[in-house]
């Protein structure tokens, strides 16, 4: 009778781990099979952040200086933007293969990125696009939108998500977006601009 409840108790262990690791690494193979690059173009200036804070310049003009410091991944020189004027975005999609053709929905969101590190304000509505892309090609899709200002929004840096997702596998009960390939992020930063 143990060696039974044995026989049954490795059995069942063993179909969990299988399964558990079959949903978890669902979507791992096809992350190798696309590569995205977010491009940021035409910007106004350059943001620099390091462990002093956060350093403004309005093409080679310095604007100012604020005490905020993000965390070392963030420190770098980000492209500079403002409020109320456009943010030109491009995202490059490649299909690097095996599959003759992959079809996707791409997904853009912009946030305010706090010196933790976590989200603070949205600063786009999402937008989504589908794109279907043969093996080898690059598809370049224009995401530029305006940054508003809004009582929530600071200066500093802000976060740009990509999102590929599968196309009609949202959960309609419990109201999830389509399974998740992958996520990229850009950073730009709005300097503290007040509304008139």
């Known amino acids: 009778m143990k060696k039974v409840l ?3 108790l490795i059995f069942f262990l063993s179909t969990i781990l299988v399964t558990g690791q079959t949903k978890q ?5 096809e992350q190798k099979m696309l590569d995205v690059q977010i491009e940021f173009l035409n910007s106004f200036g350059k943001t620099v952040t390091n462990a002093e804070g956060t350093f403004y310049y309005y093409y080679n003009w ?3 200086k ?13 492209p500079l933007y403002f409020f109320g004027l456009p943010t030109k975005v491009l995202v490059k999609v490649t299909n690097l293969g095996p599959r003759a053709k992959t079809k996707v929905m791409i997904k853009t969101e912009s946030y305010v990125l706090r010196t933790d590190g976590t989200n603070g304000a949205m600063l ?23 940054t ?10 802000d976060r740009f998500i990509v999102k590929v997702l599968h196309i009609n596998e949202a959960d309609n009960k419990t109201n999830l977006e389509p399974s998740l390939i992958l996520q990229k992020e850009g950073i ?9």
Do not use: N
Not at 66 to 78: A, F, L, R, S, T
Not at 188 to 196: A, F, G, N, T
């Open 188 to 196: 730009y930063c709005p300097p503290r601009l007040q509304p008139k």
């Open 148 to 157: 508003m200002w809004t009582p929530e929004a600071d200066s500093g840096l």
């Open 66 to 78: 604020e005490d905020k410091v993000y965390p070392p991944q963030y420190w770098g020189e980000y």
């Open 25 to 29: 690494g669902k979507h791992i193979g």
């Open 6 to 8: 044995s026989t049954c």
């Open 124 to 146: 786009k509505q999402p937008e989504t696009i589908e794109v279907e892309i043969a093996k080898g090609e690059t598809k370049i899709i224009d995401v530029t939108f305006t």
């Open 62 to 64: 310095f604007l100012g």
